[in-house]
């Protein structure tokens, strides 16, 4: 029975708000806007935040990232015509970093210097990795052919390399891709696998790779190339020695990363006589970027509150209006019988059919957003079912909320003086 009386006072609001449909259009548009630019907004946000934390991941969160720095001092001294740079990270560090903490489980080092690659009339600069098999571990990319250096090879020293999909492209083009032997600064190598890059496909973030890689074992680029290297430019003559570029560390839990990270630090503090490294751990980041996500949330959240906040003074000022006119039909409608609660429920049902509907098309509004913004830009956008529930929960809340006080105003209007009401 109840639920009849609901049902057909669901029927009745709607009835009442269809005699003026403009003015219950206008009306909506507050929560409509209001809706529509916290949805927007919030998927923006979310597609955002998403891809900062998936780049930090591929960074991979158990894993601490060094690199060699040149000092500021080495920088102004590299103006003069002849200099020699010695900084960086050592193979000693290497040794120390993976025998001295238990929380390590894999240490890979990097020996970066950039070559001309050639095959027959092809050729091209790339970035030479130097590095052993734990490196495609510790940043793991899918293998499109052939294999990854094995140990094998890193004990044989055999003259292999392993190619991104990007630098095979442009050097093997039309060739067949695995055995193939190139030049690598006029040394030859055989191509034993392809490997998939991630650095060139639009992240802004640093990652460890880069499209343009030639992986070779670590041995061989110390064997063929040496740890120093010799630039000319604009009449400078500038030699260069470090020994490795990056050490990139995994540790065994997340709970450990960033003890270890202050262990390794106060390790190369005490050998290092100056500040010729730097330091990464993902997890940090990712911790900075899920607070900052939340600090975003929070503030999207307030704007959504002010938003919604104008839409419901909207439906409270043209619901009083509505008291104001049908003061007759109250009368009436008491001196047969209704009772207050009842005219209560009646404007109540009206507010919260107008948020509800005022709401409904706010979700339309702001999922179509994020798809005209991904569509046109290029621009991440990822709507949660979070974030279509909260505004419109919180729209139908606004309309219980700001149509309290019209219909309690309603319920108070003497039956009597109301009849008389013209």
Do not use: C
């Amino acid at each position: 029975m109840r639920q009849t009386n609901l049902i057909r006072n669901i029927w009745l609001g709607v009835e009442n708000l269809l005699l003026h449909k403009l003015r219950s259009f206008l009306t909506m548009l507050g929560v409509v806007f209001g809706v529509g630019s916290v949805v927007a907004m919030l998927s923006v946000g979310e597609g955002a935040s998403k891809e900062a934390l998936e780049q930090i991941r591929k960074l991979g969160s158990n894993n601490i990232i060094l690199s060699s720095v040149k000092p500021v001092e080495d920088e102004q001294s590299s103006t003069v015509r002849t200099h020699m740079s010695i900084y960086g990270l050592t193979y000693a560090d290497l040794d120390r970093i993976a025998s001295s903490f238990a929380s390590i489980d894999q240490v890979a080092p990097v020996k970066l210097t950039r070559k001309e690659v050639r095959l027959h009339d092809r050729a091209m600069e790339l970035r030479l990795v130097g590095t052993t098999p734990d490196w495609f571990d510790l940043v793991p990319r899918e293998v499109l052919a052939g294999r990854v250096i094995l140990p094998s090879d890193q004990h044989r020293q055999a003259p292999v390399a392993v190619l991104t999909e990007f630098g095979a492209r442009k050097i093997l083009a039309t060739r067949s891709a695995v055995g193939q032997m190139i030049r690598i600064g006029g040394d030859a190598f055989e191509v034993i696998g392809i490997v998939r890059s991630e650095a060139g496909q639009g992240q802004s973030m640093q990652i460890p790779d880069q499209d343009v890689d030639v992986y070779i074992p670590i041995e061989v680029a110390r064997r063929y190339f040496g740890d120093i290297v010799t630039r000319r430019a604009a009449g400078t003559y500038e030699r260069e020695k470090v020994e490795l570029h990056q050490i990139i560390v995994r540790v065994n839990s997340a709970e450990q990363v960033e003890a270890t990270a202050a262990g390794i630090e106060s390790m190369l503090t005490r050998f290092h006589a100056k500040k010729d490294y730097g330091m990464s751990v993902p997890l940090a980041l990712l911790k900075q970027a899920e607070a900052t996500k939340r600090t975003f949330n929070i503030v999207l959240g307030s704007i959504a509150g002010i938003s919604l906040l104008v839409g419901g003074i909207g439906i409270m000022n043209i619901m009083l209006a509505s008291v104001t006119e049908r003061t007759r039909e109250i009368g009436i409608r008491r001196a047969i019988g209704a009772k207050r609660r009842q005219i209560i429920v009646q404007f109540l049902i009206e507010t919260v059919v107008l948020s509800t509907f005022g709401g409904l098309i706010g979700l339309g509004v702001g999922v179509l957003i994020p798809f005209l913004i991904t569509y046109f830009s290029g621009m991440a956008t990822v709507v949660t079912l979070n974030g279509i529930l909260l505004p419109l929960f919180i729209s139908m809340g606004i309309g219980i909320l700001f149509g309290l006080y019209p219909a309690m105003n309603a319920a108070r209007v003497d039956p009597i003086i109301a009849l008389r009401h013209e």
